[in-house]
C-alpha cells in the first residue's frame, strides 16, 4: 500500500481492507476499532459534562477524556505502525535465499520483521483493553441520552482487543523458539482474554439498565 492508511478516507481504507494487498489487514482494522472505541467515549464525556449535576463526576469525566484522548491517538498510530510491521514482514520473506549467507541474512531479517508484527497488535490489544476499561467505567455515569455510546465504545473496544489477539497468536509460531516473545506475548494475551466475555456481558447489562 503506497498511501499510508491515516491519509485515506473511510470508503478508501474499506476497499483497502476489501482488496487482496495483504495491508492493511487485521490488525490495523483492530487498531481502528479500538481508535473509535476511544472516540466514543470522549463524545460521551463531552455530552455528559453539559449536564448541571456533571459536576458531581467532573473529576472523573475529565480522568476519561484525557485518557481517551492519548488511547485514540495511540491506536491511530497503530493503524499505520501494523501495516508497516506486517509489509516488513512480506518484504524479508522475498529477500534471496541463493546463498547461505543471503540465507542468513533472510532469516535474521524475517525474524526481527516478526517480532515487530508480534509487538505491534500486542500493543493493540493492551491499549483496547484499557479503552474498555474507560467504557466500563463512564457506563454509569455518562448521560442517558448518550448511554448506548458508551456501549458501542466498549464493544468496539472489545472486538479490537479480540482482533489483535488473534494477530498476535498467528505470528509466535513463526518467532524462534527460544525467543522469549514467544512466550511473554502469548502469556499476556491470555491475561488480556481471561473474563472478556464477562465483562462484555456487565457492560450490556449496565447500558441496558440505564436505557430503562
Given at each position: 500500500m503506497d498511501t499510508r492508511p491515516s491519509d485515506l478516507t473511510v470508503s478508501a481504507f474499506i476497499e483497502e481492507l476489501a482488496s487482496d494487498a495483504p495491508t492493511p489487514?487485521?490488525?490495523?482494522?483492530?487498531?481502528?476499532a479500538g481508535a473509535m472505541g476511544a472516540a466514543l467515549v470522549q463524545m460521551v464525556v463531552a455530552l455528559t459534562t453539559r449536564r448541571a449535576d456533571a459536576v458531581e463526576v467532573e473529576d472523573d469525566l475529565r480522568?476519561?477524556?484525557?485518557?481517551?484522548?492519548g488511547f485514540q491517538s495511540e491506536l491511530l498510530q497503530l493503524v499505520e505502525i501494523d501495516a508497516a510491521a506486517y509489509g516488513s514482514v512480506i518484504a524479508a520473506?522475498?529477500?534471496?535465499?541463493?546463498?547461505?549467507?543471503?540465507?542468513?541474512?533472510r532469516r535474521a531479517q524475517i525474524d526481527a520483521a516478526v517480532r515487530e508484527a508480534?509487538?505491534?497488535?500486542?500493543?493493540?490489544?493492551?491499549?483496547?483493553?484499557?479503552?474498555?476499561?474507560?467504557?466500563?467505567?463512564?457506563?454509569?455515569?455518562g448521560?442517558?441520552?448518550?448511554?448506548?455510546?458508551?456501549?458501542?465504545a466498549g464493544l468496539l473496544a472489545?472486538?479490537?482487543?479480540?482482533?489483535a489477539a488473534l494477530n498476535v497468536?498467528?505470528?509466535?509460531?513463526?518467532?524462534?523458539?527460544?525467543?522469549?516473545?514467544?512466550?511473554?506475548?502469548?502469556?499476556?494475551?491470555d491475561e488480556l482474554l481471561i473474563g472478556l466475555d464477562e465483562?462484555?456481558?456487565?457492560?450490556?447489562?449496565?447500558?441496558?439498565?440505564?436505557?430503562g
Open positions: 489487514g487485521g490488525g490495523s482494522a483492530s487498531a481502528l480522568e476519561l477524556e484525557l485518557a481517551a484522548a520473506r522475498r529477500l534471496p535465499r541463493e546463498t547461505e549467507r543471503e540465507r542468513e541474512l508480534t509487538r505491534s497488535p500486542l500493543t493493540i490489544a493492551d491499549r483496547a483493553d484499557a479503552v474498555l476499561k474507560l467504557a466500563e467505567r463512564l457506563a454509569p455515569i448521560s442517558r441520552n448518550a448511554i448506548s455510546d458508551a456501549g458501542v472489545a472486538a479490537a482487543l479480540r482482533g497468536r498467528i505470528n509466535l509460531p513463526s518467532l524462534p523458539e527460544d525467543e522469549p516473545l514467544r512466550r511473554d506475548a502469548g502469556e499476556r494475551v465483562r462484555e456481558a456487565a457492560l450490556r447489562a449496565a447500558v441496558a439498565e440505564r436505557l
